[in-house]
């Protein structure tokens, strides 16, 4: 058995970044940029209004006040028409092009017109009218030639948004990587079955093809496979078109564990089996070379908790890996127990907690974490009461009452807090 940091070490080593390909902005989007960005034309395209209001000469106004021929009016999507003399004003809307020689917009709440013997005037009073008041001068957002985003930036969809107003709707990304999950074993009956006698639902399936989506990856959902040579063969051929293929159930020292010699004779190299690690020792780690970056595998124990923990240290890196994203584990805080604990055995525990009391960060006192009645790795239901889960490192037993130890947040931690 090998340490949990020397596992994702191993991993790590063996999982490259996913070659770049372009892509349209809505397949884009959470992906990794693979080039700068550079912007086609300054932006605003031309000065802009940034009010509803008149265009002036701020210097016609004395101490803001001043009557102005309205000459012309301008509203979004127009072009002005000729440029504005002195002593003159143009009525403009939010968005539209400021004529040349006005250097400012007066609100409407400053200004009264009039209209007598077919000659329209404003009256203005602005004291604090300056030269470019409520103007967006060309190019003061963005400037033709100027590198709007970098490469290695997660796309979000400001980025989007961005990207649209610099003409681009294609971009450079690295591709999604795509993850096979086969769970295995003859009791599994996908979930829309009622089981019959000896048999259980498929959980892994859908939580794993969940979990992988959060990861970045495109999850492929390959069914179910039982614990026969010939069919689990049949079935992991089809995952290791994958970048990934994670198989569930099978890898531990059963009679029809059957995974690890099957992914073998299919000449997947074993990098390693058994983590010291609780739940989640049986975890097994392969690789099959391949002209595209090696076929990464993983055979998840089939207990759903401990498929649940496996992901979140090894599998989410990898992912993370393949898709360039930078290696954000799950957060983990400092919380005090609400209750002692007992480790027995060897080897580093998850235990699934609730935690009460919102002060995680700053001078405050920790938040408060509470054991849940967890009935093991079976035990998805309690699982799903859990903010995180407790690390107890190895070599000690007795955790007292107000000690205080490390929490990896779950999604539940993450949004209800
Ligand atoms: P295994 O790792 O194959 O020995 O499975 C360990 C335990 O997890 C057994 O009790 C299985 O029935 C259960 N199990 C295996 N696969 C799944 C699955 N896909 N969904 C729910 N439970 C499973
Ligand atoms: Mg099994």
């Not at 492929?220 to 089809?238: F, H, P, Y």
Request: aromatic share 4%.
């Amino acid at each position: 058995m090998i340490e949990i940091h020397q596992a994702l070490s191993m991993i790590l080593e063996r999982a490259r970044p996913r070659a770049p390909e372009r892509q349209g902005l809505d397949q884009a989007l959470g992906r990794v940029l693979a080039e700068d960005v550079i912007n086609d034309i300054d932006s605003p395209p031309y000065d802009k209004a940034l009010m509803d209001g008149y265009a002036v000469v701020a210097s016609d106004l004395r101490g803001g006040r001043g009557e102005l021929m309205v000459v012309d009016e301008v509203a979004a999507g127009d072009i002005p028409c000729e440029p504005l003399q002195s002593g003159m004003a143009t009525r403009i809307m939010t968005g539209a092009p400021v004529p040349r020689g006005a250097d400012a917009i007066v609100v409407d709440e400053c200004c009264r017109m009039d209209e007598a013997g077919g000659i329209t005037t404003v009256r203005i009073d602005d004291r604090d009218v300056r030269p470019g008041q409520h103007i967006l001068g060309r190019g003061r957002s963005v400037r033709r030639g100027e590198t709007v985003l970098q490469i290695g930036r997660r796309l979000s969809a400001i980025d989007a948004g961005l990207l649209a107003e610099v003409g681009r709707t294609q971009v450079l990304v690295h591709a999604s990587p795509r993850v096979a999950v086969l769970p295995t074993g003859t009791e599994l009956v996908p979930a829309c079955d009622v089981p019959g006698p000896g048999q259980i639902r498929n959980s892994n399936g859908p939580m794993l093809g969940a979990l992988v989506s959060s990861a970045g990856g495109q999850p492929v959902d390959l069914g179910i496979a039982r614990d026969t040579e010939s069919e689990l063969a049949r079935q992991m051929n089809r995952g290791l078109h994958e970048d990934i293929l994670i198989l569930s159930g099978g890898v531990s020292a059963g009679d029809f564990d059957l995974v690890p010699h099957v992914l073998r004779d299919l000449g997947v190299e074993q990098v390693f089996h058994g983590v010291r690690l609780k739940p989640g020792r049986p975890l097994w780690f392969g690789v099959l070379p391949h002209a595209k970056g090696s076929r990464l595998v993983f055979g998840l124990p089939g207990n759903p908790v401990s498929g649940l923990v496996c992901f979140e240290l090894f599998v989410r890196p990898a992912i993370a890996a393949l898709a360039a994203l930078p290696q954000v584990s799950r957060p983990m805080i400092a919380a005090r127990l609400s209750d002692p604990f007992r480790h027995t055995g060897d080897r580093p525990t998850y235990f699934p907690v609730r935690l009460e009391g919102d002060r995680w960060e700053g001078d405050g006192d920790p938040v408060q974490a509470r054991l849940l009645d967890w009935k093991g790795s079976a035990d998805l239901r309690t699982l799903a009461c859990a903010d995180g889960l407790a690390l107890f490192p190895a070599g000690r037993s007795e955790y007292a009452l107000d000690e205080t130890v490390q929490v990896m947040l779950l999604e539940r931690g993450l949004f209800a807090h």
